[in-house]
């Protein structure tokens, strides 16, 4: 049901000496339709790993269902990889596996947050001219419609000393008490936002040893989100604690105020810059987790996020998620095409959609961007919680930490199809060939139609390999995939995955394991014809003799060889060489 909250000023109060008036709460007035999901059960967030056996990569442990892996397995000195790239298990003695938490479902927060957060575009250059009206634009400009329901306030909002009693002050120089009552906020729902030390970021009052009182009074103020920063760490009792410790006494706070209030416990953002391995421990206290220290409005800053997401990327999923932090669209220098790989990146890998740019001057070209619905859906699936991972490095070798160039082709699941991220790091238009099979959500012997998501159309039929052509530089090419049946009878090979073709004897058709499984080749295009040369005959008849692999830097092509006796006098043969299919690694 909604709740309403209103604040007015004293007329005898007085902005704190230390700071400016930035916040002045006259007359402010917040509307909060709070909508909460249910509590469910909890249940683990992963497969259990099987008994005396050790997982090649921390992403194996990601998978649900018993579905592959999205990556090939690594190191190959353990395994290899199946053709749907699923993890093989090796009785090797390693080291164990890290633990992963149990996600936390208390009811909120099943999907990634979406809506509005003031840092990226004010800092502490906030005031009630400046929420209102972005909550207003959110409404106007269609963005609440589409899911983003928050606007966030950040740091800067408090006075810098807590009243006699201990409570968080307004800049008004009294506590907010907005005591859950007001009316003719735009959006539906408002966060707050505090630290896990002694002072915020810009030193302003922290929730250390406050951790209760503070989730009380932002449950009263009406706010239902949390951002929890990492700043001012105390030298006591966290350092002891570690920074587990620091995040769960606000995790405890929470859980115990929502107990005795009654009320929906806060959605909590953990925001400590991706310390600790957060995505193996921080699901079992909030619903999101920076993995990362913070962005800033330039290319560099975006593809190194993305490079470091793709090594936990697969640790997203219903009631916890990776937070790549906010969003930079509309800010600073980068390009649209920068913009677009940037918000596809977040929202594919199930990041919180947080906008971070100025509402009133946004140009049409980010708000196009902001307001993909395609794009957005799949953010927002109900029915399958991870995000897509990388299926291949691409211009590196696979699991390459490289900020300039990260992993380049991803896949995932929605309940709609197979979704295919593929990025352009270069500075050049490219070609990005891919084979279906290379992704592990993909049924090999299937034809799938092509949805171009940013295009918004419909881009045929993809038969065991699909190229998206000319992906604009520091861009990206979003699609999904859906299975349209059988694929079309006559093809060669007559199988999708070359490397593991058999014949019904069991011998190998094509490639050798041991030539061609370490290092594998994709097949990227149709048979064809070269040329006839002629060659020393061998004695005998004519007809297929054998097939061979030539190849020339990474490009191969496998060839059956038809000799035909054409002079048996002087025992000169011709030999057709039958391109059956060009390979690529």
Known sequence: M??????????????????????????????????????TSLRPAYKPIPANLTPLRAFCLSQIEGSCPSSPCSPPS??????????????????????????????????????????????CDINETVILQTAKLMKSLGLADLGYDHVNIDDCYAEKNRSADGFILGLTGHPLDLDC???GFPVGKAGIYSDSGWFTCQLYPGSFQNEERDAQTFVDWGFDYLKYDNCAVPFDDVIRQGMVGKFQRMADAIAKVAKSSGKPPLRFSLCQWGREQPWLWAREFGQSWRTTDDIGPHWDAVTSIINQNSFYAWASDFYGH?????LEVGNGDLTFEESKTHFTAWALMKSPLLIGTDLPSITSESLEILTNKE???????????????????????????????PAQYWSGKSQNGTVFMLLNFFDEPADMFFSLTESPWIRAGRQY??????????????????????????????????DAGDEPGGIYPPCAVIEWCMAPNGTRLHLSAEEHVRTPWYLTSEPEILVDV???????????????VSCHKAECALVAEERAVTSCSNNRVTIKRRVIGKLRR
């Open 2 to 39: 909604p709740v309403t909250i209103q604040v007015h000023r004293s007329p005898n109060s007085s902005p704190s000496r230390d700071v400016p008036l930035k916040f002045p709460f006259e007359s402010l007035v917040v509307s909060l339709s709070l909508l909460f999901t249910g509590p």
């Open 181 to 183: 009552r007001c009316s």
């Open 534 to 548: 002629g060659v020393d005959a061998v004695r005998g008849g004519g007809g297929v003799v054998g097939e061979s």
């Open 449 to 482: 139609s092509v949805r171009d998501l940013w295009a918004h159309t419909n881009n045929g039929t993809a038969v065991r390999n699909f190229t998206a052509k000319a992906v604009p530089p520091h861009g990206v090419a979003a699609l999904l995939l859906q």
């Open 375 to 405: 794009i957005i859906a799949i953010n927002q699936d109900p029915v399958v919680g991870t995000g897509v991972t990388p299926f291949r490095w691409g211009i590196n070798p696979d699991w390459t930490l490289n900020a300039s160039y």
């Open 322 to 326: 990776n937070d790549m932090d906010i």
């Open 78 to 123: 353990r395994s290899r990889c199946s053709p749907c790239m699923g993890c093989s298990w090796s009785s090797e003695a390693a080291e164990p596996p890290p633990p992963v938490a149990m996600a936390l479902n208390d009811g909120v927060g099943k999907l990634p947050a979406m809506g509005y957060n003031t840092w990226n575009a004010y800092h």
